[in-house]
Protein backbone atom coordinates (compact mmCIF):
# COMPACT_ATOMS: atom_id res chain seq x y z
CA UNK A 1 0.00 0.00 0.00
CA UNK A 2 0.96 3.70 -0.03
CA UNK A 3 3.58 4.77 2.06
CA UNK A 4 5.48 7.92 3.43
CA UNK A 5 9.07 7.91 4.88
CA UNK A 6 10.54 11.46 6.35
CA UNK A 7 13.87 11.24 8.05
CA UNK A 8 14.57 11.21 11.81
CA UNK A 9 14.32 13.83 14.10
CA UNK A 10 15.09 15.62 16.25
CA UNK A 11 16.91 18.47 13.60
CA UNK A 12 18.76 20.99 15.56
CA UNK A 13 19.98 23.64 14.07
CA UNK A 14 20.81 27.54 14.52
CA UNK A 15 19.05 30.41 13.66
CA UNK A 16 19.42 31.18 9.66
CA UNK A 17 20.65 28.20 8.90
CA UNK A 18 19.46 26.16 5.86
CA UNK A 19 17.20 23.74 6.20
CA UNK A 20 16.22 19.98 4.41
CA UNK A 21 13.47 17.64 5.86
CA UNK A 22 13.99 14.20 3.54
CA UNK A 23 10.48 12.79 2.20
CA UNK A 24 10.01 9.72 0.10
CA UNK A 25 6.74 7.86 -1.18
CA UNK A 26 5.24 4.82 -2.29
CA UNK A 27 2.33 5.09 -4.36
CA UNK A 28 0.59 3.07 -6.82
CA UNK A 29 -1.25 6.14 -8.37
CA UNK A 30 -0.31 9.42 -8.95
CA UNK A 31 -0.51 10.90 -5.38
CA UNK A 32 -0.89 15.11 -4.35
CA UNK A 33 1.83 15.60 -2.17
CA UNK A 34 1.81 17.68 1.48
CA UNK A 35 3.89 19.21 4.26
CA UNK A 36 2.21 20.07 7.35
CA UNK A 37 3.69 21.32 10.34
CA UNK A 38 2.47 21.46 14.25
CA UNK A 39 3.14 23.75 16.40
CA UNK A 40 2.75 22.73 20.07
CA UNK A 41 -0.64 21.98 21.83
CA UNK A 42 -2.03 22.57 17.88
CA UNK A 43 -3.49 21.23 15.55
CA UNK A 44 -1.34 20.49 11.96
CA UNK A 45 -1.69 23.26 9.42
CA UNK A 46 -0.94 22.89 5.87
CA UNK A 47 2.15 24.42 5.27
CA UNK A 48 2.48 23.50 1.23
CA UNK A 49 1.39 21.27 -1.66
CA UNK A 50 2.20 19.71 -5.06
CA UNK A 51 -0.28 18.27 -7.07
CA UNK A 52 1.78 16.63 -9.99
CA UNK A 53 5.58 15.49 -11.13
CA UNK A 54 7.82 18.93 -10.96
CA UNK A 55 5.51 21.33 -8.66
CA UNK A 56 7.23 23.07 -6.66
CA UNK A 57 4.84 24.14 -3.53
CA UNK A 58 6.03 26.84 -1.45
CA UNK A 59 4.36 29.00 1.81
CA UNK A 60 6.31 31.42 3.99
CA UNK A 61 9.98 30.61 2.77
CA UNK A 62 9.53 27.11 2.73
CA UNK A 63 9.80 25.19 -0.74
CA UNK A 64 9.35 21.47 -1.85
CA UNK A 65 9.73 20.15 -5.31
CA UNK A 66 7.75 17.18 -6.60
CA UNK A 67 10.28 14.46 -7.92
CA UNK A 68 8.05 10.99 -9.48
CA UNK A 69 11.95 10.19 -10.90
CA UNK A 70 13.11 9.63 -6.84
CA UNK A 71 9.61 9.64 -5.25
CA UNK A 72 10.58 12.41 -3.03
CA UNK A 73 9.13 15.34 -2.04
CA UNK A 74 12.13 17.56 0.34
CA UNK A 75 11.50 20.05 2.67
CA UNK A 76 13.81 23.06 2.44
CA UNK A 77 14.01 26.53 3.83
CA UNK A 78 17.16 28.38 3.15
CA UNK A 79 16.92 30.40 6.80
CA UNK A 80 15.34 29.02 9.82
CA UNK A 81 14.00 31.05 12.19
CA UNK A 82 13.56 30.18 16.17
CA UNK A 83 9.39 30.40 15.47
CA UNK A 84 10.00 27.76 13.06
CA UNK A 85 10.79 25.11 15.92
CA UNK A 86 7.73 22.69 15.18
CA UNK A 87 7.00 19.28 13.65
CA UNK A 88 6.96 18.76 10.71
CA UNK A 89 4.35 16.13 8.89
CA UNK A 90 5.08 14.89 5.10
CA UNK A 91 1.75 13.13 3.65
CA UNK A 92 0.40 11.59 0.31
CA UNK A 93 -3.07 12.10 -0.69
CA UNK A 94 -3.88 9.51 -3.85
CA UNK A 95 -7.51 9.24 -5.80
CA UNK A 96 -7.36 5.53 -5.43
CA UNK A 97 -6.78 5.62 -1.86
CA UNK A 98 -10.09 7.08 -1.94
CA UNK A 99 -10.04 10.30 0.80
CA UNK A 100 -7.22 9.48 2.70
CA UNK A 101 -4.56 11.12 3.69
CA UNK A 102 -1.29 8.79 4.59
CA UNK A 103 0.90 10.62 7.13
CA UNK A 104 4.75 9.96 7.64
CA UNK A 105 5.98 9.83 11.08
CA UNK A 106 6.70 13.40 11.82
CA UNK A 107 9.87 15.37 11.97
CA UNK A 108 10.87 17.34 14.83
CA UNK A 109 12.96 20.69 14.23
CA UNK A 110 14.23 23.13 17.42
CA UNK A 111 15.98 26.08 16.37
CA UNK A 112 18.53 27.68 18.27
CA UNK A 113 19.20 31.40 19.02
CA UNK B 1 -14.75 30.81 8.86
CA UNK B 2 -13.96 29.53 12.74
CA UNK B 3 -11.81 26.53 11.20
CA UNK B 4 -12.58 22.95 12.16
CA UNK B 5 -14.03 23.67 16.25
CA UNK B 6 -13.34 20.43 18.64
CA UNK B 7 -14.84 20.43 22.54
CA UNK B 8 -13.82 20.46 24.81
CA UNK B 9 -9.93 21.34 24.39
CA UNK B 10 -9.35 18.92 27.51
CA UNK B 11 -10.63 16.05 29.22
CA UNK B 12 -10.14 14.26 32.19
CA UNK B 13 -11.83 11.47 32.71
CA UNK B 14 -11.52 8.19 35.33
CA UNK B 15 -11.45 4.33 33.88
CA UNK B 16 -14.90 3.32 33.03
CA UNK B 17 -16.73 6.77 32.28
CA UNK B 18 -18.24 7.45 29.10
CA UNK B 19 -16.17 10.19 27.04
CA UNK B 20 -18.16 11.81 23.77
CA UNK B 21 -15.66 14.33 21.66
CA UNK B 22 -17.27 16.71 19.37
CA UNK B 23 -16.32 18.21 16.34
CA UNK B 24 -18.15 21.04 13.84
CA UNK B 25 -16.32 20.96 10.58
CA UNK B 26 -15.89 23.89 8.12
CA UNK B 27 -19.03 24.48 6.78
CA UNK B 28 -18.85 22.69 2.61
CA UNK B 29 -16.67 20.55 3.76
CA UNK B 30 -17.53 16.55 2.83
CA UNK B 31 -15.23 14.52 4.56
CA UNK B 32 -14.60 14.35 7.69
CA UNK B 33 -11.80 12.25 9.49
CA UNK B 34 -10.93 11.22 13.35
CA UNK B 35 -7.41 10.93 14.48
CA UNK B 36 -5.58 9.98 17.59
CA UNK B 37 -1.86 10.90 17.99
CA UNK B 38 0.05 9.81 20.63
CA UNK B 39 4.04 10.06 21.50
CA UNK B 40 4.33 6.06 20.87
CA UNK B 41 2.33 5.39 17.64
CA UNK B 42 1.98 9.23 16.00
CA UNK B 43 -1.09 10.36 13.76
CA UNK B 44 -3.25 7.23 13.87
CA UNK B 45 -6.42 7.63 11.78
CA UNK B 46 -9.41 5.84 13.66
CA UNK B 47 -12.69 6.90 11.00
CA UNK B 48 -13.79 8.81 8.28
CA UNK B 49 -16.87 10.13 6.55
CA UNK B 50 -17.89 11.00 3.47
CA UNK B 51 -21.16 13.29 3.05
CA UNK B 52 -21.84 12.07 7.03
CA UNK B 53 -21.65 8.53 5.68
CA UNK B 54 -19.05 6.39 7.43
CA UNK B 55 -16.34 5.34 4.46
CA UNK B 56 -13.98 3.09 6.27
CA UNK B 57 -13.91 2.75 10.58
CA UNK B 58 -11.16 -0.02 10.57
CA UNK B 59 -8.60 2.37 12.38
CA UNK B 60 -11.20 2.51 15.17
CA UNK B 61 -9.44 0.20 18.11
CA UNK B 62 -12.33 -1.57 19.78
CA UNK B 63 -16.00 -1.92 19.89
CA UNK B 64 -15.30 0.59 22.93
CA UNK B 65 -15.19 3.38 20.30
CA UNK B 66 -17.92 4.50 18.37
CA UNK B 67 -18.70 7.62 15.91
CA UNK B 68 -21.42 9.26 14.32
CA UNK B 69 -22.13 12.05 12.22
CA UNK B 70 -25.79 12.99 11.95
CA UNK B 71 -25.50 15.70 9.94
CA UNK B 72 -23.17 17.84 7.98
CA UNK B 73 -22.50 20.23 10.93
CA UNK B 74 -21.91 17.99 13.54
CA UNK B 75 -19.62 14.98 14.60
CA UNK B 76 -19.10 12.72 17.20
CA UNK B 77 -16.71 10.24 18.89
CA UNK B 78 -17.86 8.26 21.79
CA UNK B 79 -15.22 5.76 24.22
CA UNK B 80 -17.12 3.86 26.39
CA UNK B 81 -15.67 2.43 28.72
CA UNK B 82 -12.67 4.32 28.57
CA UNK B 83 -9.74 2.93 29.67
CA UNK B 84 -6.14 5.09 30.47
CA UNK B 85 -4.51 3.53 27.25
CA UNK B 86 -7.42 5.69 25.48
CA UNK B 87 -5.51 8.82 26.75
CA UNK B 88 -4.05 10.78 23.74
CA UNK B 89 -4.54 14.04 21.60
CA UNK B 90 -7.65 13.52 19.64
CA UNK B 91 -7.98 15.41 16.30
CA UNK B 92 -11.19 15.66 13.60
CA UNK B 93 -9.87 17.14 10.31
CA UNK B 94 -12.23 17.86 7.07
CA UNK B 95 -11.40 18.50 3.50
CA UNK B 96 -13.86 19.89 0.47
CA UNK B 97 -14.00 17.11 -2.21
CA UNK B 98 -13.69 17.94 -5.83
CA UNK B 99 -10.54 17.58 -8.82
CA UNK B 100 -8.32 19.93 -6.71
CA UNK B 101 -6.72 17.90 -3.54
CA UNK B 102 -6.88 21.03 -1.30
CA UNK B 103 -5.69 19.09 1.70
CA UNK B 104 -6.76 18.82 5.54
CA UNK B 105 -7.65 21.34 7.67
CA UNK B 106 -7.41 20.08 11.26
CA UNK B 107 -9.10 21.18 14.48
CA UNK B 108 -6.73 22.17 17.51
CA UNK B 109 -7.53 18.60 18.98
CA UNK B 110 -9.20 17.59 22.64
CA UNK B 111 -6.09 16.06 25.14
CA UNK B 112 -7.47 12.74 27.09
CA UNK B 113 -6.42 11.99 29.87
CA UNK B 114 -7.76 8.82 31.48
CA UNK B 115 -7.18 8.05 35.45
Known amino acids: GDSVTQMEGPVTLSEEAFLTINCTYT??????LFWYVQYPGEGLQLLLK?????DKGSNKGFEATYRKETTSFHLEKGSVQVSDSAVYFCALSDQLGGFKTIFGAGTRLFVKA | DAGVIQSPRHEVTEMGQEVTLRCKPI?????LFWYRQTMMRGLELLIYFNNNVPIDDSGMPEDRFSAKMPNASFSTLKIQPSEPRDSAVYFC?????????????FGSGTRLTVV
Open chain 2, 93 to 105: ATRQNGPTNYGYT
Open chain 2, 27 to 31: SGHNS
Open chain 1, 50 to 54: ATKAD
Open chain 1, 27 to 32: ATGYPS
